[in-house]
């Protein structure tokens, strides 16, 4: 919900970065591999309690993510970049919860096992779709040009970098997240099944 506002007020600071960024020769994936570097950085230090440095950390992670998609616009999308970008999302969506299990297991490992599974049903619901919805041709700009087929829902990366970022900001509060955003993520799952019944049949 929160990614097609997100995109329309960032869009044009994401633009100008992209346009320097281009102007220097850094490429695409070069920026796509640092957003990852610093995402896993990130989890690292949520994984020792620096949860302040990490909040900086999730937040240029995730700005790096908007501005590789703006370069490859300038210099032109490849496969190998789609790729790359969508593995490295799940490799950081992937990192933050785990850190928090690794943190504190008593408190947060419940939570957080339920929260991955349901990033992982989420996931395998959106990359499959895209799969399908490739064989059929069929195309989307509902989140602007993307490498492969994006199906909306309530549980997008904005919905997941603001609970990360809550969740630095408020530990104890992990596994009132981690359960509360569990459920949307699956319920994001199930109208993506529900689409795909309706669409692909």
Do not use: H, Q
Not at 9 to 23: E, S
Not at 46 to 71: E, N, P
Not at 190 to 200: H, K, P
């Amino acid at each position: 919900m929160l990614d097609g506002w997100g995109r329309r007020k960032l869009d044009p600071l994401l633009n100008r970065i992209a346009a320097g960024a281009a102007r220097g020769g850094i490429g695409a994936d070069a920026i796509t591999l640092a957003g990852c570097a610093m995402g896993l950085a990130a989890a690292a230090l949520v994984a020792v309690g620096w949860f302040g440095t990490a909040f900086v950390l999730i937040l240029l992670s995730r700005l790096a993510d908007g501005v590789d998609g703006a370069v490859a616009r300038i210099n032109g999308p490849t496969d190998l970049g789609g790729f790359l970008d969508i593995v490295l999302d799940f490799v950081f969506y992937g990192a933050v919860p785990l850190a928090f299990v690794l943190f504190d297991p008593a408190a947060n490992g419940v939570a957080g096992a339920v929260l991955l599974f349901a990033f992982y049903v989420n996931g395998a619901s959106f990359l499959t779709f895209a799969v399908m919805a490739e064989k059929r041709r069929l195309v989307s700009t509902a989140r602007g040009s993307k490498s492969l087929f994006f199906t909306t829902g309530i549980a997008e990366a904005g919905e997941t970098l603001a609970v990360f970022l809550l969740a630095c900001l408020f530990p104890a509060w992990f596994p009132v997240l981690a359960y509360a955003f569990a459920s949307i993520t699956l319920y994001t799952a199930l109208s993506r099944i529900v689409l795909a019944r309706r669409e692909l049949r």
